[in-house]
Each structure stands twice: as structure tokens, then as C-alpha cells.
């Protein structure tokens, strides 16, 4: 009977889309609307990211655009994103008005791929923003693809396809628009600019915009800040859409080995954020999963992760990091592969695998207040992938949409 349902649902919408496919082939034969400007974050999951950057800074350049620019989100996510952002029109993805508005747009701005079923007007013009420096395989680069009913090839041949559909890729450093024009196959023009959701940790670094921000996020802090932000991990399933999530290291522990008043953020995966047990600690240890990740840079004074990109945003603000990575050997060699030499010598703080080192590292944070023997690392690190960032990219975005010409050009 549950079976017998679900392929009647599945049949419903697959029927469904193939009108709404319809629909679109016909509208995009139209021509485009001045100032209409599509954003997407995240496949519609969220109103952030480099998109939210851009569209910020393009409703601050000409806010004209607050009534003809719209972010697209998923159905499910709409009441609570509207609630959270009330002055940004919001459009549900993959209904009849969503079909109109992506059809007739002057632009899209987008952070991950649309659909390759799901075509553009020849007049829009789509960028592509992405969503991080990569450390793990992308793209043409993944030599075994673990997606059920696609072989590698036929991934491959998709991501190539729908690359070629941006008119513009932003590049955070030279390294990503060299993998990107890689695993991408990407032929089209690059925006060699920096990162867009990266400009605030340029404008905001100052003490009273850290002090309000603590104020607001943790008013209850009162010394040091650390955020741990793991990367996803790809085989924590217990069962189809739930997962597990393992903290690498004693709670007790941790705070036996930081400065008295310390405050721990988690910054876990969106699916795993209700898997986090911090009992026992809920006045010490903060579980946000959903707030802007940009802002939890900003009041850190220390970030620990492992082979997440967060390390190559944080780097922007040459604060002290420390790489736990616990599974390396796993995660490495198994799950994804790695772009660069994931090493003591190449990242920009100590790297540990176990947690007696990890502790020792706390340690050594909580004398001397960073890791004074990395300090040229993380200055090569910087150079290597920072030295794009100017606090500017969302503006030169902005005005790329708002007069249809690159800056300078």
C-alpha cells in the first residue's frame, strides 16, 4: 500500500513537471524584463551565502531593485524564511509565478547548479557564484561518483553541461578559477574578484561592530569565543535522512584546556544540528546551525574545524586556527580526495589527529593566545588564498547587473 502510494506520488509530480517544463519553453521565447534579477542560495534552502551578499549590496547600489529582484526558496522553507527576512520579496521555486519570473529575468545569481531540464532565456544572463574554495574533488575531478541510478560519466558530462550555461563564474584566488575552468569545463568568463559573502569580514572588522555582534548572537559570553565547524561527513546515514553526528572530543575536557569564561560554538550541518548533544553544558556551549556563518567568524577568537572551506574564509581575518581531523586517513584516501597536500607545512595552524594533541594545541592557544610557530604558514596561506578579497566584490556584482559592464571595462 506505502509502496503502491509513493510511486502514485512520484508519478503526480513528475507529470507536474513536465508542465511547469512546458510552461517555461514557451515563456523564455519572451523577451526579458529590465531590473528583473532572480537569486538562489543553496538549491532555495536559505537566503544567503554569496547570493545574499550580492543582493544587498545591489538593493544599497539602486533600490529599485528591492521591488523587481526576488530570491527563489523551497516551498518548505518559505513561511520561516519569509518571517526572518520580510523585506526581501520571496518566490516559491517550481511554481506557476516561479516559471514566469525565471523566464522573463534580466539575470539569475545562483551558488549551485539548476537542473540541466531546466533552461534559461537566451537574454539572461547567469552567474555563478559557487559556494566555496574547494579542498575535496569536484566536478570531473570525482573519479568514482557514488550517486544512485548516475555513473561517473554521465555526472561528469551533466556538471559540464550546465556549466557552460553561466555567462560569468566567480573566483575566489587564483587556485579555485584554475580547478573551476578544470572540473567545471568551464569556457565561459571569469569573475576573478573574490568572494562576495567575504567582504564583510573586511568591512565589519572593527571592536564595536565585533562587541554588537557578541551582544546579539551570545549576550550571555563573556570571554573567549571558539567555533568548531566540521566539515560534512558523507557516510554518518543511520537511516535515509537521518544522520549521525560524532564531537571528536570531551566537552569537560575542552573547557578544562581554554581560558576560564570561554564560550564554544557548534557549527554543525544543517541535518545534523538536532544530533548534537551538548547536555550539561547548554550555559557554555552554543548549537547554530542556521546563523550567518559570517557573523560567528567575526566574534571568534579561535576556529577549529578539519577539511571544511570555512578555513579559507576565516584565513581573511589572520586569526588562529587549529585543524582536528580525526579521520583524516579516512576521509582523505575513502570519502572525496583532496586538491592539496592536506599537511602540517601547508595549512595556516597545527594539525592534530588524536584528541590528547588536540588538547595539548588548546593548551598552547590558551598561554600564548595563538600559534606564534605558524605565523608563516598562515601568511602563505593568506597569500596563496585571500590576496583576491578587497572587501568589494558584492559591489562590483551590483554594478555588473545594474549596468550590464564589467568594472574597469
Request: aromatic content about 14%; glycine content about 6%.
Amino acid at each position: 500500500m506505502a509502496n503502491g502510494l509513493h510511486s502514485v506520488i512520484q508519478s503526480l509530480k513528475l507529470v507536474a513537471r513536465y508542465g511547469l517544463i512546458v510552461l517555461n519553453d514557451g515563456l523564455i521565447c519572451l523577451p526579458t524584463k529590465k531590473r528583473l534579477v532572480m537569486f538562489e542560495s543553496f538549491n532555495g534552502k536559505d537566503v544567503n551565502d554569496n547570493p545574499a551578499a550580492i543582493y544587498r549590496a545591489l538593493v544599497h547600489a539602486e533600490p529599485r531593485y528591492a521591488q523587481t529582484a526576488y530570491f527563489s526558496v523551497k516551498p518548505r522553507e518559505y513561511a520561516a524564511l519569509h518571517a526572518k527576512y520580510p523585506e526581501i520579496r520571496l518566490i516559491k521555486r517550481f511554481t506557476p509565478k516561479w516559471v514566469y519570473l525565471m523566464a522573463r529575468a534580466e539575470y539569475w545569481v545562483l551558488n549551485s547548479r539548476l537542473p540541466n531540464w531546466w533552461h534559461a532565456n537566451r537574454r539572461t544572463t547567469t552567474i555563478q557564484t559557487w559556494h566555496g574554495t574547494p579542498l575535496k574533488k569536484l566536478g570531473t575531478d570525482i573519479q568514482n561518483v557514488a550517486i544512485p541510478g548516475r555513473t561517473t560519466a554521465q555526472y561528469h558530462a551533466d556538471f559540464v553541461t550546465a556549466a557552460n550555461r553561466w555567462d560569468y563564474l566567480i573566483a575566489p584566488n587564483q587556485y579555485s578559477q584554475d580547478i573551476f575552468k578544470r572540473a567545471f569545463g568551464y569556457r565561459g568568463t571569469f569573475l576573478s574578484i573574490g568572494y562576495p559573502r567575504n567582504d564583510v569580514l573586511y568591512t565589519a572588522d572593527t571592536a564595536p561592530q565585533i562587541q554588537a555582534l557578541r551582544h546579539r548572537l551570545l549576550p550571555q559570553a563573556q570571554g573567549p569565543i571558539v567555533t568548531y565547524a566540521p566539515t560534512w561527513r558523507d557516510d554518518t546515514a543511520i537511516q535515509q535522512g537521518v544522520y549521525r553526528f560524532d564531537l571528536p572530543f570531551d566537552l569537560g575536557e575542552f573547557f578544562r584546556h581554554v581560558p576560564s569564561g570561554t564560550h564554544l560554538i557548534i557549527r554543525p550541518h544543517y541535518l545534523v544540528k538536532d544530533a548534537v548533544d551538548i547536555r550539561g553544558y547548554e550555559d557554555r556551549v552554543s548549537v547554530l546551525a542556521e546563523a550567518d556563518i559570517a557573523e560567528l567568524y567575526l566574534i571568534s577568537d579561535l576556529l577549529i574545524t578539519d577539511y571544511s572551506s570555512v578555513m579559507f574564509d576565516y584565513a581573511n581575518l589572520k586569526r588562529p586556527q587549529l585543524f582536528f581531523a580525526y579521520d583524516l586517513a579516512h576521509y582523505r584516501d575513502q570519502l572525496r580526495g583532496f586538491y592539496f597536500d592536506y599537511t602540517a607545512e601547508s595549512l595556516p595552524g597545527p594539525l592534530v589527529t588524536t584528541a590528547p594533541a588536540f588538547y595539548r594545541q588548546l593548551d598552547r592557544w590558551t598561554t600564548d593566545h595563538g600559534f606564534a610557530d605558524h605565523a608563516q604558514q598562515q601568511a602563505a596561506f593568506y597569500q596563496r588564498f585571500c590576496a583576491w578579497e578587497t572587501g568589494t566584490a558584492s559591489r562590483q556584482v551590483a554594478q555588473l547587473i545594474i549596468t550590464g559592464k564589467e568594472a574597469g571595462k
